[in-house]
């Protein structure tokens, strides 16, 4: 047991020093006429005689008020604690910044869930004891240690105070991985409170040990919300105008019409109104909205005009980028396979021929400055001495990158599996490929192999320093005619893959168009030593580029909007602008009506609470009571004139 | 819980009671009845002297041997004629029967409710009235600390008034001195008769020594002891400071159950001593709570007790 205040304890030598002098004072007695008073003196003689004890009558009175004086001020004191457990065990505080708890409840004037979570946990802090410790975690989809295990109340409020909602959807799970590496190894588990509005996806495999006790603070009511919960951009071809696909929810129970704008950015920042579509939606329907023709180009953002709990789903944001043609070289003695399968490719610049610019082996320069205006360069059956900055497809040698060795041919390479995750081989089959010759390549640790045989790495991703290159171990045109590889409807979407990836427009749409939480992964242009973002909110952060990673990737996309990301190199001169939207986007965010329950995996089911209870009772209230019992057995004592 | 002070107080409330002491009603019911002694014959023998009153009061009594210079009218011929002696009849002759009425007037007196002084002189009034109509020498006397006033020996109805009067002009005051002023008393009366002593008896020094005096001058001492109803069961509670009307002794106590208990064993012990110390002494006893009407005290009580016939 603790004490809140515990001065008034030690005011008690004093209260209790001023009741005993109290009963020094001469008590007022009121005068009364008797006919006689020596028979009342021999009763009080013969009282005396007969209970010896009877002046402690008196003193019993003094001790029940002693005892009375000393529970109010325990009360005063207010003690809080367990009954029985003198170690109170740490809490824990697991507080959900989805995008969810910006979710007003109680109508306009109310306040956020999130708002509301920080009342809560900052009331459940105030009522820890000196000693008692508390970490908070905050949580979306990803977790957050906001403060360690700490009995600094300042510290906790301090947090509680700079915490801001994301926009991000939320997961419980990153939250109880943290969580774990808090729980002591030996004593009394934590109390654990999850302060959230129960949505939170699946459940299923979220473990808890079933001995941490855990409750459920819930915040919010249910709400009625429409919302934007799915945005997708296809860019059309060269030339073409983009479309753009968008889902609306309504969560409620009542069928709502509502509108949906679709605004485009200009150059001097005001918007303009590109198109306007009003949508009926039945209780907990779904409707898909298509949006194209002739949207320009630049930043867009979706508005629904609706007002309801939720206001973040209710704006959504995208690019609209036209289709970049790729500069492609063919550096080879000839070879019509490729020649053929790039000019076929809607997205390779050609010459007005129609032709694919090829330049002869002999005729290559790697010290020519015009090499850098290609966004790839192919080099069949050709390594030269060395290579400049650029990005490579190589087929049957390999480039001349620093410990990349050849070990001469194999025959009869089988494929044995592939990367299919891989954007290079993404809806590629590489089971047709049959090689009765091959190269045998050793790739660094570093390298990414793509396709492995059981001769060793047939395709692999090898990095240096500002070059990049997809080496293929086999020479095309050394394939069996009958049923070669080249003729498979793979061969072209294997080459149109590598070219946009090497290019730099496989990514386009990922990373146009992100979901909040996740990562952008923005290929940068040789030289790029770092990257700047600027989030919605305006704020701007550095990122350094590390030589031979493929990519910047750019997190914690905690606001929905658009991040900006300047390339620089390391003079600080910018080699490329870029950027992407965020956005929510999420079914189960834009669902804002609270669970009533967590339900994880090998636990029952932990029931929502209103408000986070204290951990500890205050006790104040049992030394009230205990007081008031003793004043009025004091009371008694005093006029049923009990005696012992 | 605890109760005012005009409902704890009840001492001085002699004013507040009418002052007729005697009323027709009473009168009427009461002049049938006598002071009876138990212990004194009412008569002595007087062997020269006529009775004055023949008819009723000369009784024979006893026989004893002639002596030269007796009367010879008194001689009894028929006993001289059985036995051959000469015996002179002895005769009973009735005389005055002295009733001694003493009136304790003091502080302690002039407490309760009803009061008891005031019901004390009712008492002793209408006792008065029975000895007077009954042709027996009343005296009366009023004491607190000594012997404050008496009334010299009266006979007959005519001297009522003169007995209200005494009575009335009694007031309440000074302390309790039970054996100075019965002493007094006893001295100033010699003559045997009925003594009946009003009072409450809380004497600190006792009443013992006033009993004894009456008791060793043959006296037929009758103890009529009055106490208010607030004496025997006492209406107090809470802290507080008695105060002895008669002594200004303060007793500071705090009432509670038990000594509230104590206080009327005390009381019951102390009514018991009174009356065992006046079986043992021969004399009458009588507690009477001044709820009780006094004229059923007189007409029932002390007629059962034999006072009155």
């Known amino acids: 047991m603790e004490f809140l205040v515990p001065g008034w304890l030690f005011a008690a030598p004093a209260f209790a020093g001023a009741l005993v002098i109290l009963y020094f004072l001469k008590l007022k007695r009121r005068e009364v006429v008797v006919s006689s008073t020596f028979l009342w003196q021999q009763a009080i003689q013969d009282l005396r005689v007969n209970s010896p004890f009877q002046r402690l009558r008196k003193n019993l009175l003094l001790f029940l008020q002693l005892l009375a004086l000393l529970l109010m001020l325990l009360a005063l004191a207010r003690p809080v604690g367990e009954l029985g457990d003198a170690r109170q065990a740490d809490t824990i505080l697991l507080l959900d910044v989805s995008a969810s708890m910006q979710a007003k409840d109680g109508g306009p004037d109310g306040v956020t869930r999130f708002e509301r979570m920080r009342q809560e946990a900052l009331r459940l802090i105030d009522h820890l004891g000196y000693e008692d410790r508390a970490a908070l975690i905050a949580f979306a989809d990803e977790s957050w240690s906001l403060t360690p295990l700490t009995n600094s109340t300042s510290a906790l409020r301090a947090a509680l105070e700079q915490l801001e909602p994301t926009d991000r959807p939320s997961a419980l799970e990153p939250a109880i991985q943290r969580l774990r590496s808090l729980l002591p190894s030996d004593g009394p588990p934590p109390q654990v409170y999850v302060f959230s509005d129960g949505r939170l996806g699946s459940l299923a495999g979220v473990e808890l040990r079933k001995e941490i006790p855990l409750r459920y603070v819930r915040l919010g009511e249910r709400q009625d919300n429409v919302g934007i919960v799915g945005v997708d951009v296809r860019l059309g071809g060269v030339g073409e105008g983009s479309r753009m696909f968008v889902s609306v929810l309504n969560s409620g129970p009542e069928p709502v019409s509502c509108g949906l704008d679709l605004y485009l950015q200009l150059p001097d920042g005001s918007e303009e109104l590109l198109d306007s579509r009003e949508l009926e939606l039945d209780a907990d329907q779904i409707a898909p909205v298509l949006f194209e023709s002739d949207l320009g180009e630049g930043r867009v953002r979706l508005v629904l005009d609706h007002q309801d709990a939720f206001p973040a789903d209710d704006v959504a944001y995208a690019l609209l980028r036209p289709q970049e043609a790729l500069r492609v070289l063919l550096v080879s003695e000839g070879n019509l396979f490729l020649q053929r399968a790039f000019e076929a490719d809607p997205l390779v610049l050609k010459d007005a021929r129609g032709l694919l610019p090829r330049i002869d082996p002999a005729a290559f320069d790697p010290d020519d400055p015009r090499l850098l205006e290609y966004d790839m360069i192919v080099l069949d059956r050709f390594s030269p001495e060395r290579l400049g900055p650029g990005n490579y497809l190589c087929f049957g040698k390999a480039p001349p990158f620093p410990e990349l060795e050849d070990k001469g041919l194999v025959n009869d390479a089988r494929v044995l599996d592939w990367d299919e995750t891989h954007d290079v081989a993404r809806f590629v089959n590489f089971a047709t490929l049959l090689l009765p010759t091959a190269r045998r390549f050793t790739p660094r640790p570093k390298d990414t192999v793509i396709v492995r045989s059981d001769k060793g790495p047939l395709v692999f991703v090898a990095q240096d320093e500002d070059r990049q290159a997809v080496v293929c171990s086999f020479d095309l045109l050394s394939l069996p005619v009958e049923g070669a590889w080249t003729f498979d409807p793979s061969f072209p979407i294997f080459l149109a893959n590598a070219t946009r990836w090497l290019g730099g427009a496989g990514q386009t749409r990922r990373s146009l168009l992100l979901p909040t939480g996740g990562v952008a992964e923005l290929r940068f242009p040789p030289g790029t030593a770092r990257a700047q973002v600027t989030t919605p909110a305006g704020e701007t952060r550095t990122l350094e580029v590390v030589p031979g990673d493929d990519a910047v990737r750019v997190s914690g996309l905690g606001r929905a909007g658009f991040y900006s990301v300047e390339l620089l190199d390391g003079a600080g001169e910018l080699l490329r602008a870029t950027e992407f939207a965020a956005n929510l986007s999420d079914q189960e965010e834009s669902e804002v009506a609270p669970a009533e329950s967590l339900e994880l995996a090998e636990r029952d089911p932990v029931a929502a609470e209103a408000s986070a209870e204290a951990p500890r009772r205050d006790l104040w209230k049992w030394a009230t009571l205990a007081a008031l019992a003793l004043i009025m057995l004091e009371w008694w004592v005093y006029n049923r004139r009990v005696y012992l | ?309």
């Open chain 2, 1 to 309: 819980m605890s109760a005012g002070d005009g409902e704890q107080d009840f001492a001085g409330t002699l004013a507040q009671e009418p002052a007729e002491l005697l009323n027709q009603e009473f009168l009427s019911k009461v002049g049938r009845l006598d002071v009876v002694s138990r212990k004194i014959l009412q008569g002595r023998v007087k062997g020269e002297k006529r009775s004055k009153k023949r008819g009723r009061s000369v009784e024979f009594a006893d026989h004893r041997p002639y002596a030269a210079g007796d009367d010879l009218r008194f001689l009894d011929w028929n006993v001289y004629a059985r036995l051959d002696q000469l015996m002179v009849k002895l005769f009973m002759e009735e005389e005055d029967l002295h009733v001694y009425l003493l009136l304790d007037s003091s502080a302690s007196m002039d407490y309760g409710k009803p009061n008891k002084f005031r019901y004390a002189q009712k008492v002793v009034a209408g006792l008065a009235y029975i000895g007077l109509v009954n042709m027996n020498r009343v005296g009366i006397g009023t004491f607190s600390s000594a012997l404050d006033r008496t009334l010299r020996p009266e006979r007959g109805r005519r001297n009522l008034h003169k007995v209200i009067r005494f009575l009335q002009d009694a007031t309440c005051g000074g302390t309790t001195d039970l054996g100075a002023a019965c002493r007094r008393f006893a001295l100033e009366h010699p003559r045997r008769g009925v003594v009946i002593l009003v009072s409450d008896f809380l004497d600190r020094k006792g009443y013992d020594e006033a009993i004894r005096y009456f008791v060793a001058r043959r006296m037929d001492v009758f103890c009529l002891q009055i106490l208010s109803p607030q004496e025997l069961d006492p209406p107090l509670a809470g802290d507080l400071k008695l105060l002895d009307p008669e002594d200004d002794d303060q007793t500071e106590l705090t009432i509670s159950r038990p000594l509230l208990e104590a206080y009327k064993r005390r009381l019951n012990a102390y009514l018991g001593e009174l009356r065992e110390f006046c079986h043992r002494r021969g004399a009458r006893y009588l507690t009477a709570s001044t709820e009780l009407p006094f004229e059923r005290l007189v007409v029932d009580h002390l007629r059962l007790h034999g006072l009155v016939r």
